[in-house]
């Protein structure tokens, strides 16, 4: 199962709908500020989150009665952000699907990076409750697509979208790291939090393999 929240970041028009073009989603989220991309994309939203204090009032009345869309509308204030309440959204939403066997799970998220420096934060870090629930959570922007993980990762040259692979610890410590097909392999190396060692690095070969035996690392595949 395949879910799309568009949140209120920065989301680029053109780079956007040529992703969206390469993708189909079983479920589509709009929260607050992003329905204004939804808007003027024409998707076809299933769910509307948020407290709607960003999004313009014109828009928000085109959608907020319509029967087809459900609707989950908040105070400002509340304990956690719109963005948050869309993921867990969505984690809910895969969990009551009927998966078949070995179905991909993944929460795509536009708009989660951007000017407001504590959104992005805490956009990262949730990242980690999607990963918990063994589900693949992607923030997806012009430049970047970063991912937490964990465990083993095969990376494809065919299906790269950036030029640099970064590896940034999680957890305080890493262990175990194994890279290979990499212009800067490591072989059963540590690293730790707050540090850089993993850092721009480029894949060499038709396939990359990350494997980190203990720990968590953001994925960041960017480009300039």
Known sequence: MKVLIITGGNIDDDFASSFLKKNHYDEIIAVDGGLAFADRSDLSITYLVGDFDTIDRTILEKYIHRPDICVHQFI??????????AVKLALSLIKNHHSEENEEKVIHIL?????????????LQM???????????IIID???IIEMIRGERVLKREEMTGTYVSLIPVTMELTGITLSGFKYPLENASSHFGESLMVSNELLEEEGRIFIKEGMAWMIISKD
């Not at 400002?76 to 309440?85: G, L």
């Not at 708009?111 to 956009?123: P, Q």
């Not at 918990?132 to 959570?137: F, N, P, Q, W, Y």
Request: hydrophobic content about 25%; glycine content about 10%; cysteine-free.
């Open 127 to 137: 990242l980690k409750n999607i990963l918990d629930e063994d589900v693949r959570g």
């Open 111 to 123: 708009g989660g990076t951007g000017s407001r420096l504590d959104h992005v934060l805490a956009n």
């Open 142 to 144: 012009r430049n970047n």
């Open 76 to 85: 400002p204030e509340k304990d956690y952000t719109d963005t948050d309440i």
